[in-house]
Structure formats: C-alpha cells, structure tokens
C-alpha cells in the first residue's frame, strides 16, 4: 500500500496584525500563514505565559477580519496559532486569506502552461536541477529537486531554450515562482515555438 503525505503549503508574509486574547490586545507580524494557522511575530512585550494559558485567542489581520485560533507553541516574540474548525473551514479562511492579500496564483498576467520539462535553476555560486511546471510570458514556476532557500536573481534553463534570466518572487518549500527580467514580446519570441499558445497571448 502506496503512503500518501500531505505537503502542507506554508505562504512566507510580513502582514500587519493584532492579537486579542483576555483583555489584551498585542501587535504583531503575521509571518508565516498555512491552511492550518500561522505564526507571528510580536513587535514589543509579550506575556508568554498568559498567552499559553489562553484558551482562545482572536488573529486580526489587516485588511482581512478577525479568526479564531488556539496557542500550539509561543517562544520569546513569536507565537504558532492553530485555525479554529474543521479542515474544509480551514482550508477556506487560508484561500480567501491569499485572494484577499493578492497571492501570485491569483493575479496572473498572462496564459499559463503547465509542462513537466527538466531545467537548471543557477543563482549566485550554485546551480540547482528543477522540473518546470508551468511557463508564462510573466514568469514561471519550477519545483526543486532538493530543498534549497533561493532569492534575487537567478537563471533558469532548460533543455528546450537558453538561460532565462529571473527574479524569485516567492518560494513555498521546494517550489519556486519565478517573474522573468525580458520583455514578454522577448519571452514570446524565445518561447513561442514551444508553446504556440502563450505567444497567441502576448
């Protein structure tokens, strides 16, 4: 019998928010955000003990509402808060959290394809092998084959085209969405034999 694991998607953030818990109210960064809570960061004081103690805490984010959560962890200036409800509620509140805090899956400008094409992701010393699994005029998305933190500038190339210059626009485990530096018209004139669609999209 084949095991199946859940990758849970963790969104990296620096989202203003405030923590309510008994009669206090604490500012804070919502750092990390997952369909199963989040963590934050708190910007001064925080009375690790009574926030432990805490049997329900409220999460207010900027610009979204209030969300219900629990204390699983607390050390020092951070906290790990854990979504109240079941995990089709969970998995709702964390979509319209990334509709609402405009995640990249939800503003694309351009056609995406998806492909599963072998490339390279080269940046600063290193090179990393990747699958690609998507490709736009705008950017693309490349899955590593090793976990490896990637940032700034890069270069992606692949067996069917040349090097691809880029900048990391986020990275969520080993996945990585690339924003090419080239001008679509340029994109498209280097990928249009490939993927005849995408140069009908420019």
């Not at 604490?26 to 910007?43: E, H, T």
């Not at 890069?154 to 210059?165: P, Q």
């Amino acid at each position: 019998m084949v095991e199946l694991t859940l990758v849970e998607q963790q969104v990296a953030l620096d989202q203003p928010g405030k923590l309510q818990y008994g009669a206090e109210t604490l500012d804070c960064m919502v750092v990390q955000l997952s369909r199963k809570g989040a963590q934050v960061r708190f910007g001064g004081e925080c009375q690790e003990g009574k926030l432990q103690e805490a049997k329900e805490v409220f999460l207010s984010i900027e610009g979204f509402g209030q969300l219900s959560c629990r204390v699983v962890d607390s050390d020092g200036d951070y906290a790990d808060l854990r979504f109240q409800g079941d995990p089709e509620t969970q998995d709702s509140v964390f979509q319209e959290l990334l509709a609402q805090m405009g995640d990249d899956e939800g503003r694309r400008r351009y056609l995406r394809r998806s492909v599963l094409w072998p490339g390279t992701l080269k940046g600063g010393p290193g090179q990393m092998d990747c699958t690609i699994l998507n490709m736009s005029l705008g950017g693309a998305k490349v899955a590593l084959s090793q976990q490896h933190d990637c940032s700034g500038s890069v270069t992606l190339f692949g067996d069917r085209f040349d090097g691809l210059e880029a900048t990391v626009m986020w990275q969520r485990g080993r996945v990585v969405g690339l924003q090419f530096k080239a001008e679509p018209a340029e994109i498209a004139r280097i990928l249009g034999d490939l993927l005849p669609a995408i140069k009908a999209s420019a």
